[in-house]
């Protein structure tokens, strides 16, 4: 088992980028596809046809986001920990996944750059330079 963990900058605030990522429209504005998300702690979630799945373990508005992914029969559950951390150009995003199975960690990593966090910047606009 892998853990993943990288900063992004998303040009949002933290409260606009907390509603993106647990807003059923909002997500489906910006993943361009289907939705299932009960933003409630224990709540599941579907993205990209069912590529994501989980459920919110923890919900701390405007600051964090923690879900756990579901990888089949894995026994240790993945993870992922989203920080929400205000900045002169929107949010750093840091981006907290463990327990990411050997074989599905090249996947994994590269799927956060592209399509989940190029999604949300192409969603939000370039940044102003």
Do not use: C
Not at 57 to 73: A, H, R, S, T
Request: proline share 7%.
């Amino acid at each position: 088992m892998k853990d993943f963990k990288k900063y992004y900058l998303i040009p949002a605030s933290p409260e606009e980028l907390y509603r993106a990522l647990t807003t059923e429209i909002t997500i489906r504005l910006w993943t361009g596809d289907q939705v299932a998300i009960d933003p409630v702690v224990g709540g599941e979630f579907s993205m990209w046809d069912g590529a994501i799945q989980g459920k919110f373990l923890e919900l701390l508005p405007f600051e964090k986001i923690v879900q756990q992914w579901y990888f089949g029969d894995e026994p240790e559950p993945s993870i992922v920990t989203l920080k929400l951390h205000e900045h002169k150009k929107g949010t750093s995003l840091e981006v907290r996944q463990t327990n990411i199975p050997d074989e599905a960690f090249e996947d994994i990593s590269s799927g956060w750059d592209d399509p989940y966090i190029d999604s949300l910047l192409d969603f939000y606009g370039p940044e102003d330079e």
